[in-house]
């Protein structure tokens, strides 16, 4: 657990600023087994501690790669002075940022750390299940990794708070070849929040997840290639959890927002169908907890749920304090930063469409062509909304039944303008949080959603 080096240091602030002072510890392990072999096998820490202080709407950063009360000391005095430099010679006079609610986040139970040989003796385990039960492939590969982010935290605005934010996940990839000898591939994360010893205790509970992958990875080797067009498609809560982050999210990111993203003119306009609701969810979602919870963020701010799209209708935006100060807004605890070194930025937490009243078998059955699109591996968007999706795994719907599986395809299109086609909303929601978010820094954000009916451009062979 990180030591407090900070909360003595905070008799240094300067009057008259607003003042963050942190201490961070990133961890991250991993292990990768290729055909049963270990070709990777890491283990990093990266620690220390930074300051950034706000004056007259300039802010002074420094950091430093220690740990130590005298680091801390430091790092304030060298963010202090940039900031007067700063408000010295920039000169834009803008008020003090709005004082905040003391935010006190106690210390959380340490994490444990396990050692390398429990993450290969586990993935031993998996892959021995694979060769026995999955013939007919061509390349087989099981990674396991963990990593977390814990951070102490006190402000000018009296807040004091730890947290660790630790996920772990073992990634199955399985490759087999089409009958003309094409290599076709599947993928699935296993895991979430928590530790590895707590989330992988048994690998027998990965099997039949492992199976249906198996499965559908055969089913694809037979597939058949998309018709390019515009379609009516269910999308999978996987595709739009993708939907929710890369194409909507990214947009309604203050900062984007004001580098002239597609939300900035559409604020309080329809955006969307009236089914469709949208959230970023600080820590509980749906009646659970989020799965990966954030409680407060780096700039002190308490954290709560930030209502994007309200039926159809574009409520809000996610903020930092000086951008929610801006436009009028409560800041809802949306400024991260991944590193020490790193300055809070405006991020995604965990970003979900809420569920519908739809049953998915009644969604299918009614479309009569089109297609049902259900994994991902990759997606990008700009801000103006356009976007484009990879498809791994999807089917064909034919008079409302499922038929053959697609091989890989993608969709595109406008989010806003393909959102307001949505029609049917499923009533179960899926969950993602396996991967990183890359806006200027990484950053692990959870994003899902329910089963979408809607009409988007698909791409053919």
Not at 60 to 70: D, N, R, V, W, Y
Not at 319 to 339: C, D, I, L, V, Y
Not at 343 to 359: A, V
Request: glycine fraction near 10%; include cysteine; aromatic fraction near 8%.
């Amino acid at each position: 657990m990180l030591q407090d080096v900070i909360s003595a240091v905070r008799a240094d602030f300067s009057a008259g600023a607003s003042t963050e002072l942190r201490a961070q510890l990133n961890r991250s392990r991993s292990v990768a087994l290729l055909a049963g072999n270990v070709v990777s096998n890491g283990r990093s820490d990266v620690s220390g501690v930074s300051a950034r202080v706000y004056r007259s709407g300039s802010y002074g950063f420094s950091s430093m790669a220690e740990l130590s009360e005298e680091a801390a000391r430091s790092v304030l005095k060298a963010a202090s002075e940039n900031a007067a430099f700063m408000e010295k010679h920039a000169g834009r006079g803008k008020p003090a940022l709005p004082k905040l609610p003391r935010a006190v986040r106690p210390l959380e139970k340490d994490i444990s750390d396990p050692a390398q040989s429990v993450y290969i003796d586990f993935l031993r385990q998996v892959d021995a299940y694979i060769t026995s039960h999955c013939p007919n492939l061509i390349s087989r590969t099981v990674v396991a990794s963990e990593d977390s982010m814990e951070k102490l935290l006190c402000t000018s605005d009296a807040t004091d708070a730890h947290f660790i934010m630790p996920r772990s996940y073992v990634y199955v990839i399985l490759t087999a070849a089409t009958p003309d000898g094409k290599p076709v591939e599947m993928f699935r994360a296993f895991g979430g929040r928590n530790t590895f010893d707590v989330n992988f205790t048994d690998p027998a509970a990965l099997y039949p997840g492992i199976d249906k992958l198996y499965s559908q990875l055969m089913e694809k080797r037979e597939g058949v290639y998309a018709d390019a067009g515009v379609k009516t498609v269910i999308l999978g809560g996987m595709m739009t959890g993708m939907l929710s982050h890369e194409a909507v999210g990214h947009t309604v990111e203050a900062d984007l927002v004001l580098g002239g993203s597609v939300a900035g003119p559409n604020l309080n306009k329809q955006v969307a169908s009236e089914k469709v609701t949208m959230t970023d969810f600080a820590h509980t979602a749906f009646g659970e907890t989020a799965p990966l919870p954030v409680y407060t963020d780096d700039e002190g701010t308490p954290a709560e749920d930030a209502l994007l799209i309200e039926n159809g209708i574009l409520k809000g935006y996610m903020n930092s304090r000086e951008t929610a100060q801006h436009f009028g807004m409560k800041p809802q605890g949306n400024a991260r930063a991944w590193s020490f070194s790193d300055e809070p930025l405006i991020r995604m937490r965990n970003t979900s469409i809420h569920p519908g009243t739809d049953k998915l078998e009644d969604m299918i059955a009614s479309v009569d062509d089109g297609y049902y699109l259900i994994e991902s591996n990759n997606g990008q968007a700009d801000t103006t909304g356009e976007f484009m999706f990879g498809v791994t795994m999807g089917y064909e719907i034919k008079h409302g039944k499922l038929g053959k599986a697609l091989l890989d395809t993608t969709i595109s299109g406008v989010a806003f303008d393909m959102l307001k086609t949505v029609d049917m909303v499923g009533d179960k929601i899926w969950w993602t949080s396996s991967g990183m978010c890359g806006k200027k820094q990484p950053m692990p954000v959870g994003m899902g959603g329910p089963a979408l009916r809607c009409k988007v451009m698909i791409g053919g062979r």
